[in-house]
C-alpha cells in the first residue's frame, strides 16, 4: 500500500518569512495530492490539491508542487500569518480517487509574531 | 448547508466498557468514511462505505470494532469492549462522487481509563 512520509514535523517561522513543507510517497500510481490543515481542536479542513498532470498550483498566498519523478510534493506558504499556525498533512491518493488517501504524519507550523 | 455532524464530542469511559460514535454526513453524499487520529498523527482510515456497502474495512480491528451505515446515511461505529489504546480522536468524514473532496466531522474524543 501507500506510504506517505512528511517532514518537518514541527516548523517555526517569523511572521511574514515563507514555510514549507515536504512530503514522498511510495506508491507511483498516486495521483492526487491534497494538504489539509487542522487548526486546535478542530477538524482537518482542505486548503490545496494538486493532481499529477500538473506540476504547481497556487491560490493566494500557498502553492504546492508536485514531482512525480521524485515522488514528492510540497506545501508552500508565503508572507505566513498568525491565522496560520496549525497542523499541516499532507495525502496521496491512487488513480485519481479521492476516496483512498493516505495521510502524512503532520506538521505542526507555528507563526511567531 | 450543514457539514459533517458527529456526536458525542467528548467520552470518557471506562476500559472493557462499550461506546458508540455517531456520524450524519453532508447531505447527498455517498461515501462515509471513519478515521482514527492519534496525537500528533494524521487520520488513518478504519472503514469506507459507498452508500450502505463497506469497500474497504481492511483496518477495521474486527474482534472488537463494528459499523453500520443503514439506508446509506447516517453511521454509527461501536467499540466493544474499549481498551486503553483505543484512546483518540474519532473523525467522520463524507464525500461525493470518484473526485470529491473529502469534508470532515469535528471528531469524537475518546479516553478510556
Known amino acids: 500500500g501507500e506510504n506517505v512520509e512528511q517532514h518537518p514535523s514541527t516548523l517555526s517561522v517569523q511572521e511574514g518569512d515563507s514555510a514549507v513543507i515536504k512530503c514522498t510517497y511510495s506508491d507511483s500510481a498516486s495521483n492526487y495530492f491534497p494538504w489539509y490543515k487542522q487548526e486546535l481542536g478542530k477538524r482537518p479542513q482542505l486548503i490545496i490539491d494538486i493532481r499529477s498532470n500538473v506540476g504547481e498550483k497556487k491560490d493566494q498566498r500557498i502553492a504546492v508542487t508536485l514531482n512525480k519523478t521524485a515522488k514528492h510534493f510540497s506545501l508552500h506558504i508565503t508572507e505566513t500569518q498568525p491565522e496560520d499556525s496549525a497542523v499541516y498533512f499532507c495525502a496521496a491518493a491512487p488513480r485519481g480517487s479521492a476516496r483512498q488517501l493516505t495521510f502524512g504524519s503532520g506538521t505542526q507550523l507555528t507563526v511567531l509574531p | 448547508e450543514a457539514g459533517v455532524v458527529q456526536s458525542p464530542r467528548y467520552k470518557i469511559i471506562e476500559k472493557k466498557q462499550p461506546v458508540a460514535f455517531w456520524c450524519n454526513p453532508i447531505?447527498?453524499?455517498?461515501?462515509l468514511y471513519w478515521y482514527l487520529q492519534n496525537l500528533g498523527q494524521g487520520p488513518e482510515l478504519l472503514i469506507r462505505y459507498e452508500n450502505e456497502e463497506a469497500v474497504d474495512d481492511s483496518q477495521l480491528p474486527k474482534d472488537r470494532f463494528s459499523a453500520e451505515r443503514l439506508k446509506g446515511v447516517d453511521s454509527t461505529l461501536k467499540i466493544q469492549p474499549a481498551e486503553l489504546g483505543d484512546s483518540a480522536v474519532y473523525l467522520c468524514?463524507?464525500?461525493?462522487?470518484?473526485?470529491?473532496?473529502?469534508?470532515f466531522g469535528p471528531g469524537t474524543r475518546l479516553t478510556v481509563t
Open positions: 447531505s447527498g453524499h455517498n461515501t
Open positions: 468524514a463524507s464525500s461525493l462522487g470518484e473526485s470529491g473532496e473529502q469534508y
